[in-house]
C-alpha cells in the first residue's frame, strides 16, 4: 500500500556490474536498469539495461527466482 516502505532487502545486489563490459567504459563497475518483460508462458524475466554507459544488454532470470531470493530477506530496511 506504501511504495516508500521498504518490505524486504536482500543482502546482496540481485543484479550488478559483472562482465567485463559492464566494469569498463565511460562509467565503469555500473549497471541501470531501463525496462523490463515477462514471458508468462515461461516465467522468464527479461530485463533491458545500459552497461558501464557504454553498451545495452539484456539480462534474463525465472521471476519465480527473482520473487523467492527476495522473499526469503529480512523483513524491514532502510526506507
Do not use: K, M, N
Not at 2 to 7: A, Q, Y
Not at 18 to 38: H, I, K, M, N, Q
Amino acid at each position: 500500500e506504501d511504495p516508500t516502505r521498504v518490505l524486504r532487502r536482500t543482502d546482496e545486489w540481485v543484479f550488478g556490474p559483472s562482465a567485463p563490459y559492464e566494469l569498463t567504459g565511460d562509467v565503469g563497475r555500473v549497471v541501470f536498469p531501463c525496462g523490463w518483460t515477462l514471458d508468462e508462458a515461461t516465467g522468464t524475466l527479461y530485463l533491458y539495461y545500459g552497461g558501464a554507459d557504454t553498451v545495452i544488454g539484456v539480462a534474463t532470470a525465472q521471476l519465480g527466482d527473482v520473487l523467492a531470493r527476495v522473499l526469503a530477506s529480512p523483513t524491514g530496511g532502510r526506507r
